[in-house]
């Protein structure tokens, strides 16, 4: 229950001056951790909408901030990338690149790293200033990465699990709660210890009790965790925390006898870091370069004819939608660079999914133009309506103006920036 120490750490948070002399004439010189882990392929906000939230360079900048207040130990319990794909490797790259620049002590490689394949990973694990660590992983009986690694001038080491129900070819997981117990029993007892879980919250009681009792309070567990927030995992009897994801938040850990803890959400305003926001640039080049925007997979469909076809006949529209949002997409994306990047582009063009949809040679069919929502309607511009049109659904909205990138969406207020028609 240490959680419950926090409200120790806030009281004094909120003594404000007297608390920083408090808190820093503490006799404990523990390092600061700052976690991070299931970026799930954030490698930036979207920036689909207000608030935009996190990116690596945004994360940076935030470092620098914390780092003003002493040094820091980042550390990532791993799922940079939640599939797999050339994309995701690309991402993963940089995304390794913008932690050696931040400084990472340690990667738990997860569930997400290990499905782009043991080989790819272990190649990519050079281009890392920081080592790969993983306990209960082995390829024919030998470790596939560091089992654990020391933190340089502190007491502590750092290992991390994955969860036997991964899926990698040619690797063995060992029970995650055997491989710990095994592990934290050849410790001596002076060595703190920080484990990176890459599985489900729940398990982490029984991994707790895989530890001696001894060192239960005092170890760190770093869950990387779905959902919101960061936060402490309440009832926990180890220093237990939910790291958040998506590349949101931070949490910052300092594991002394009282605790604390803070959860740092990466708001558009810290100012974002120039080295990070360079690699981001390499990435959207490399994406580019490698044409990956025309590699995607299309199922069949009906001929479009384009946004210009309609006008012809139906002007009313025409005028009632000629200044919305929906018809400058594509300069959107422009405006950051992101208009080759596949997954932006699937939501700011005409049918990015379909054999007759939009490509790099069919310029026409940019921005989110009639046809993205009323389908493919060359039969019905063709024979003058004879062939019917489809009639969106509100649900139809729904496609692009999802979670992640229209939080705020309610049909009953966005519909009337666009009505049009009867
Ligand atoms: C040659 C003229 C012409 C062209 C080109 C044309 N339409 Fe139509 N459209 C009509 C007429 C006529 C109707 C039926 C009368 C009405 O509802 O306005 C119609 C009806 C519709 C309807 C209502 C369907 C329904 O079942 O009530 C939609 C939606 C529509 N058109 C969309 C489009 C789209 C999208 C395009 C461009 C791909 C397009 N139209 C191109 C003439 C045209
Ligand atoms: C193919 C993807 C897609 C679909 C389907 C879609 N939208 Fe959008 N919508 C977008 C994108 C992308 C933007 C942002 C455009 C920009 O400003 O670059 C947007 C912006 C908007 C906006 C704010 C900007 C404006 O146009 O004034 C409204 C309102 C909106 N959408 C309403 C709707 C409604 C209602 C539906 C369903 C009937 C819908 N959208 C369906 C992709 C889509
Ligand atoms: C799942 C569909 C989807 C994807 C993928 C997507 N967008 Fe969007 N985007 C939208 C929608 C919907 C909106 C409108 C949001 C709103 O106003 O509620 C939007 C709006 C935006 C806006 C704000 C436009 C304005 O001026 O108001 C920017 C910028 C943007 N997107 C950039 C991107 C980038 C960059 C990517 C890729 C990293 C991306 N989008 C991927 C659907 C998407
Ligand atoms: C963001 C999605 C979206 C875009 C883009 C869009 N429409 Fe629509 N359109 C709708 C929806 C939703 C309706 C309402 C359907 C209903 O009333 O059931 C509609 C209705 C219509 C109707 C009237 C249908 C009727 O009989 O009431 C016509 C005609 C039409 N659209 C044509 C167009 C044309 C032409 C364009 C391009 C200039 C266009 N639409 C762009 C979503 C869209």
Redesign the pocket.
Known sequence: MWWTKRCAAVACAALALLALTVCATLPTAQPRFVFSGNDLGFI?P????KPVLGGIARRAGMLHLLRQEGPLVPLSTGNLVAESGVQQQVKLEHMLFAMNAMGYKALAPGVGEFGLGLDYLRGIASLADFPFVCLNATQAGEPVFARSVALEGTAWRVTGLVPTDMNCADVVVEDPVAALGAFAAGLDAGTELVVLWNGPEEMVEKLEQALPAARRARTVIAVACVGDAPRPIAGAASMAVAVGSKGRDLLLLQADAVPYWRSIRLEESVVLDAECARILDAYRDVVRGENLVSGNPRSSSAAYSGGASCRECHEDCTTALATS?HMR?MQ??E??R?ER?P??V???VVGYDDSEGWTLEKPALANVDCEACHGPSEAHAQTQSVTPVSKPAPRSCL????M??????DFDT?WPKIRHGK
């Open positions: 930036r979207c920036g689909c909408s949002g997409a959107t994306l405006r950051t992101d990047d997954e932006c699937r939501c700011h496609r692009c103006h999802d992640d990138n229209s939080p705020n969406f966005y």
